[in-house]
């Protein structure tokens, strides 16, 4: 309840720029948290948690066999954060420096929670060029983005960043039980071995469902 009442001051402060209306659903979460393969030890980053609806989630799968390091810009949302979740590294600070807060370790993936629709283009490239130097080769991204957000150029242009920079790409399915609905981009840092261009997997692009964008050339 008290982060849906975060949520809602949030949105009557700013209502032209929240694009989340309420934390991200267990759907939206398990969807996320699915995207990324863990291992024993492994080094796991958040990207802007605010609730912490992905921390929790990922903390159990985690189940004290890796490491999750969270990186959250707003001072209050970071103190809420460090309480509800002692297990996990909090700092309270910007994506675009995580390089410094990771003392030469290379992620196994980083999940954002970020909204790179409202991002101005010059800090989608900062925050997506500290990320991609923060992830291990064959590191794993995944981002996600409000559905009806999708056209926006910011989205657009973030999607356009992601089919350049990253070895491959899965966008998955409309999470329908999230409020707003939300999709997730799944990206794979190259690995030294790769020397093409980036893919969309093949077994997510006949899963379109009518009307809705979740499939998009890649190149
Ligand atoms: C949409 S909310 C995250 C939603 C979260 N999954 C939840 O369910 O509560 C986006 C969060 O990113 C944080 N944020 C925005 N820009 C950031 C940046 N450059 N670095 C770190 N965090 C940032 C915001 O303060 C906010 O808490």
Redesign the pocket.
């Known amino acids: 309840m008290n982060?849906c009442l975060q949520f809602l001051g949030e949105f009557a402060r700013r209502p032209f720029t929240t694009?989340?209306l309420w934390?991200?659903s267990k759907a939206l979460?398990k969807v996320v948290a699915n995207c990324c393969d863990l291992s024993p030890g492994g080094l796991i980053v958040e990207?802007?948690?605010?609730?912490?609806?992905?921390t929790r989630l990922m903390l159990d799968r985690l189940n004290g066999q890796g490491r999750l390091l969270v990186?959250?810009?707003?001072r209050t949302?970071a103190t809420l954060l460090r309480c509800r979740f002692p297990q996990s590294q909090m700092i309270q600070?910007?994506?675009?420096n995580i390089r410094s807060h990771l003392g030469g370790r290379r992620a196994a993936c980083s999940m954002s929670?970020?909204?790179w629709g409202n991002m101005l283009p010059q800090?989608q490239d900062r925050?997506l060029e500290a990320i991609l130097e923060s992830l291990a080769p064959g590191g794993q991204f995944p981002a996600?983005a409000c559905a009806h957000a999708a056209w926006f150029p910011t989205s657009r242009r973030f999607r356009g960043l992601l089919t350049r920079h990253f070895q491959r790409l899965e966008i998955t399915p409309v999470v329908w039980c999230n409020l707003p609905p939300a999709i997730v981009f799944r990206c794979w840092k190259r690995d030294s071995a790769f020397a093409g261009r980036p893919v969309l997997n093949p077994e997510f692009a006949g899963s379109s469902q009518p009307g809705m964008p979740e499939v998009w050339p890649v190149g």
């Open positions: 982060s694009i989340a934390p991200s979460s990207l802007g948690a605010r609730t912490g609806a992905f990186v959250e810009i707003n949302h600070g910007s994506a675009e929670g970020l909204l800090t925050v996600f």
